[in-house]
């Protein structure tokens, strides 16, 4: 389609996708485990669109739309949810709320 | 070299680094900047995509309600900084780390050894025409009219969820 082939596209959104999950895995304040999630659905938001405009075939970007929905009711359940507990314990950091560990 | 490969790399630059800036800083806020300046860089890229709907979007829904939220989470729980994301637990740290890089080794081989982009042979004037508003909306209110309006139900039910998540008391 362009002169920039397919795959750089993959290979960043590759790139993007493992920084998320060293995100989740390093950081300990929940917002920002929130944050690095946004960040691994943006890289498959990414790959989506790359195909949809590589095949010319629209339905990839209205699965992108569907996506950022799903995205955004996350977020704002997500962060009602740490709001929550941070009523209740005063932190939001992930070593700290652990009611659930046996 | 044409433009478009220079803007390429210049966008896929500033997403990198933006997104590995966006999980070492140690202020919160800071790391949500970064973050919006990543959401920017992806929009440029899905211009270069002739996705102009969605690249629009992007900015509107991202850059702007959904990093709007964080930012006033963050407001409001004025959590400290988060020093020394590096020294403490350091065995997990590393481990995570290693992961990651297995993660992206493990898609990067996909990618190089399947090489997507040889199955497909795309026009350039059908690629411009399917990233329109028009394409995606009609799509969107034609074959896709279901899933459509459980997105919008969803968006409801969240509404109602964090409303109830956040109130005083759970009675």
Redesign the interface.
């Given at each position: 389609m362009t002169s920039i082939p397919l795959e750089y596209y993959l290979i960043l959104s590759a790139f993007m996708f493992s920084v998320g999950v060293t995100g989740v895995l390093i950081r300990r304040n929940a917002i920002v485990v929130f944050m690095c999630i946004e960040l691994m659905l943006n890289s498959a938001n990414l790959t989506l669109v790359a195909f949809s405009s590589f095949l010319g075939n629209p339905i990839g970007q209205v699965f992108v739309f569907f996506v950022m929905t799903v995205a955004a009711a996350e977020a704002a359940v997500g962060l009602a949810i740490i709001i929550a507990i941070f009523r209740n314990k005063l932190s939001v950091n992930i070593d700290e709320i652990n009611i659930f560990k046996w | 070299m044409?433009l478009?490969?220079i803007l390429?790399i210049v966008l896929?630059l500033v997403?990198?680094v933006s997104?590995?800036a966006?999980?070492t800083r140690p202020h919160?806020v800071i790391?949500?900047v970064f973050?919006i300046l990543?959401?920017f860089a992806?929009s440029g890229?899905?211009l270069?995509?002739?996705?102009q709907?969605?690249a629009v979007?992007?900015v509107i829904?991202?850059a702007g309600?959904?990093m709007v939220?964080?930012l006033f989470?963050?407001m409001?729980?004025n959590?400290n900084k988060?020093d020394n994301?590096?020294k403490q637990n350091k065995a997990?740290?590393i481990?995570?780390?290693a992961?990651?890089?297995l993660?992206?080794a493990q898609?990067?081989f996909l990618?190089?050894f399947s090489?997507?982009?040889d199955a497909?042979n795309?026009?350039?004037a059908?690629?411009v025409?399917?990233?329109t508003i028009q394409?995606?909306g009609t799509?969107?209110y034609t074959d896709?009219i279901l899933?459509f309006e459980a997105?919008g139900f969803?968006?409801l039910?969240?509404?109602i969820?964090?409303?109830v998540?956040?109130k005083k008391k759970f009675e």
């Open positions: - | 044409n478009e490969i390429f896929a997403a990198v997104s590995v966006m999980i919160p790391s949500a973050l990543n959401f992806l890229l899905y270069l995509l002739n996705a709907f969605i979007v992007q829904v991202y309600a959904i939220l964080f989470v963050l409001l729980l959590t988060e994301i590096f997990l740290k481990f995570a780390i992961i990651a890089v993660i992206f898609v990067a990618i190089f090489s997507p982009s497909l795309s026009q350039v059908e690629s025409q399917s990233g394409q995606i799509k969107l896709y899933p997105a969803l968006l039910a969240a509404t969820g964090a409303l998540l956040s």
